[in-house]
């Protein structure tokens, strides 16, 4: 029975952790095409609270408790802010002067800036000095992307690319958040995904009549990529990366941005026709190497170790 159902659940992980990362790749398309008749705001306030009640229904179906302590609803509070307010709102704020590729690349920062969290802030994992090249690998390819010698200015598109900075920082965060605070409780997946959106959906809903008020043109294709990334991506998506990251833990889970800059650029190159500067690709592939070193996937010879 053992051996049956163990390779049965990780098959299982693999499935959702590979859904999740086509699932979040494809929204920075979705975001770019409802931001044709939406704010940015809306574009936001839509995702969580549909995600939210998305979640809330599968909780209420599967008969799951929620939580006495009260403790843990604060811990939830903070990772709703970090990890869906504010980096939902700053991507689709983003995404008025970014591609829907480019912020799909800045996304595939999070696995550094989780390493950074993990260690620094939150230090429930040690960096070796491998890791710590990595990370320096990924910032130098962050610079790349972000080639500073082209700015004169403070340009909307260099604040739309520190916007996805900061979104992949809160990213990282929340990372840690949960692995410092919450992955250790008995909380099933689906009651966790249902309080880490929920709550930043409960927050919108507060904010409705400051974000939400503007007028709306909505067409098909618009309404189509809201339920979309509501319903799939902030609620269904959200269950699964639960589940990666308490099978994983938080470093490997955050490799799902390998998947989404690959989904997000080749949907934006194909359905948008978007466009990138060779600096974008080279930094993202310096990313990548750094992601490479930090996940451990590269590793420094015994030899250079020694030799440091």
């Known amino acids: 029975m053992t051996s049956t159902t163990a390779p049965t659940r990780s098959l299982s992980i ?11 790749g494809a929204s920075f398309l979705f975001m770019k095409i409802a931001l044709d008749g939406v704010s940015f705001y809306q574009v936001a306030w839509s995702r969580l609270v549909l ?34 307010v504010i980096p939902h ?11 829907s590729g480019l912020a799909s690349i800045y996304n595939a920062v999070t696995p550094i800036t989780t390493a950074l969290m993990v260690t620094l802030a939150f230090h429930v994992e040690k960096l070796n000095r491998g890791q710590v090249l990595g990370i320096g690998i990924g910032i130098a390819g962050v610079v790349v992307i972000i080639a ?22 809160c990213y990282g965060f929340s990372f840690g958040y949960v692995r410092k605070f919450l992955s250790h409780r008995p909380i099933p997946g689906a009651t966790f995904a249902f309080l880490n959106i929920g709550v930043a959906g409960a927050i919108m809903l507060v904010l409705t009549p400051v974000i939400a008020w503007q007028p709306v043109a909505l067409t098909p294709g618009i309404v189509a990529s809201l339920l979309t990334l509501g319903i799939l991506g902030t609620g269904v998506a959200y269950i699964w990366n639960i589940n990666v990251l308490r099978a994983w833990g938080p470093t490997n889970a955050s490799t799902v941005t390998y998947i989404t800059p690959v989904v997000g650029v080749l949907l934006g190159v194909v359905v948008l026709g978007e466009t990138f ?3 974008q690709p080279a930094g993202a592939a310096l990313v990548l ?11 420094l010879s015994r030899r250079a170790l020694v030799t440091q």
């Open 14 to 24: 693999v499935l959702q952790f590979v859904g999740m990362g086509l699932v979040w």
């Open 51 to 84: 995600g939210g009640l998305t979640l809330g229904i599968i909780v209420l179906l599967s008969r799951q408790r929620l939580p006495r302590e009260r403790v843990i609803y604060l811990h939830f509070l903070v990772i709703a802010l970090t990890n869906c």
């Open 89 to 99: 709102l700053a991507f689709a704020w983003a995404e008025q002067y970014v591609s």
């Open 148 to 169: 500073p010698w082209q700015h004169a200015a403070f340009t909307g598109d260099l604040a739309g690319q520190l916007a996805c900075l900061l979104a992949a920082t």
């Open 277 to 279: 500067s060779l600096n």
């Open 289 to 299: 190497v750094g992601i490479l070193f930090t996940q451990q996937r590269i590793r």
